[in-house]
Antibody, heavy 121, light 109 residues
Framework: QITLKESGPTLVKPTQTLTLTCTFSGFSLRTSGVGVGWTRQPPGKALEWLALIYSNDDKHYSPSLKSRLTITKDTSKNQVVLTMTNMDPVDTATYYC?????????????WGQGTLVTVSS | QSALTQPPSASGSPGQSVTISCTGTSSDVGGYNYVSWYQQHPGKAPKLMISEVSKRPSGVPDRFSGSKSGNTASLTVSGLQAEDEADYYCSSYAGSFWVFGGGTKLTVL
């Protein structure tokens, strides 16, 4: 059974760096073709794709946010970490991590519950 | 990058069919067969309904189908049921990243 869960601060101040951790079970990031990605959703708004990391350490970023994002994996801990620098109130959103693999290329078939991050001074 | 274009809303009566469009460019929807569709109920995480334009994950009813023509992908929901009322998002590979559509709120009348 595949599960993912996001963790991190619920409140960050403008200009601070956000660090979110996705802890997963039921699959391994050592398996070829497996990936974990991040998506966010501001309150009442649409989904926005952020970043994706594969088991071979191939990384993909949203072009509009690439300069602010870093995605890494810790295979031994079954974790993927997303950092976003220079946070702004417009970054207030629910952040989701999700699983993908070769069965559904680029499609996220398992999602975490999401974590709401508010950016405010 | 620009979000894919979806109609803000769609509706249909129980038992009817509804089609939701997702328009991109030759750099995303038109250039790759990696279009996915997600269903999202209020307060819930998205659920993958269609992958690779028309592939249905196990457990997804066959009332849901996907297709693509040129730069436009479509999701059709046949035999509408009350539980199909939700927001629907398309997503496409765009060369080195993925992009979502703006979402469509499907109302079952």
């Amino acid at each position: 059974q595949i599960t993912l869960k996001e963790s991190g601060p619920t409140l960050v101040k403008p200009t601070q760096t956000l660090t979110l951790t996705c802890t997963f079970s039921g699959f391994s990031l050592r398996t070829s073709g497996v990936g974990v990605g991040w998506t966010r959703q501001p309150p009442g708004k649409a989904l926005e794709w952020l970043a994706l990391i594969y088991s071979n350490d191939d990384k993909h970023y949203s072009p509009s946010l690439k300069s602010r994002l870093t995605i890494t994996k810790d295979t031994s801990k079954n974790q993927v970490v997303l950092t976003m620098t220079n946070m702004d109130p417009v970054d207030t959103a629910t952040y989701y991590c999700a699983h993908t693999d070769n069965d559904y290329p680029g499609g996220f078939d398992y999602w975490g519950q999401g974590t709401l991050v508010t950016v405010s001074s | 990058q620009s979000a894919l274009t979806q109609p803000p809303s769609a509706s249909g009566s129980p038992g009817q069919s509804v089609t939701i469009s997702c328009t991109g460019t030759s750099s995303d929807v038109g250039g790759y067969n990696y279009v996915s569709w997600y269903q999202q109920h209020p307060g819930k995480a998205p659920k993958l309904m269609i992958s690779e334009v028309s592939k249905r994950p196990s457990g997804v009813p066959d009332r849901f189908s996907g297709s693509k023509s040129g730069n436009t992908a479509s999701l059709t929901v046949s035999g509408l049921q009350a539980e199909d009322e939700a927001d629907y998002y398309c997503s496409s590979y765009a060369g080195s990243f993925w992009v979502f559509g703006g979402g469509t709120k499907l109302t079952v009348l």
